[in-house]
């Protein structure tokens, strides 16, 4: 097994508990140390009382009406998070959520569903600069 992300701190923010537990399972096989914050209320406080990780990945569309475009301005509004790589992660159209995505300063975007074989390559790239926008086999943009 490639240890594609080992010894990376990840921050997952996603409110489905299956694709979570399938996020983490695949992040982990990888080598990730994976933290994670359901809902996306406590997201900022969270990232403020811990070590800012080398990736954060956001879901798009959360519950009670709190979206990961809203939480990328928290995030990026606290200086030790300025540069660190935050991939968004959804089933929103590709072709809406792209441009919003590099519009709002995300890193990159992975479709869901995620492609298990790619997932830790996609987000390994994303933290080494690649430009990943991937729109899955569901999507052409």
């Given at each position: 097994m490639d240890m594609l992300l080992q010894g990376k701190n990840l921050f997952l923010v996603e409110d489905n508990?299956?694709?979570?537990?399938i996020f983490q399972m695949c992040l982990i096989r990888h080598g990730a140390v994976i933290e994670f914050e359901r809902w996306g209320r406590d997201t900022h406080s969270r990232l403020k009382r811990m070590n800012p990780p080398d990736a954060?990945?956001?879901?798009?569309?959360?519950?009670d009406g709190v979206s990961g475009f809203d939480l990328i301005d928290e995030i990026r509004g606290l200086p030790a998070y300025k540069t660190t790589p935050?991939?968004?992660?959804?089933?929103?159209?590709p072709?809406?959520?792209?441009?919003?995505?590099?519009?709002?300063?995300?890193?990159?975007?992975?479709?869901k569903p995620i492609d298990d074989r790619l997932f830790a390559l996609q987000i390994a790239q994303i933290m080494s600069g690649e430009s990943v926008w991937y729109t899955g086999e569901r999507f052409l943009l």
């Open positions: 508990l299956q694709n979570r537990v954060i990945i956001l879901d798009l569309m959360l519950a935050i991939v968004a992660v959804s089933a929103m159209d072709a809406i959520a792209i441009p919003k995505a590099r519009t709002k300063g995300f890193s990159g975007f992975i479709a």
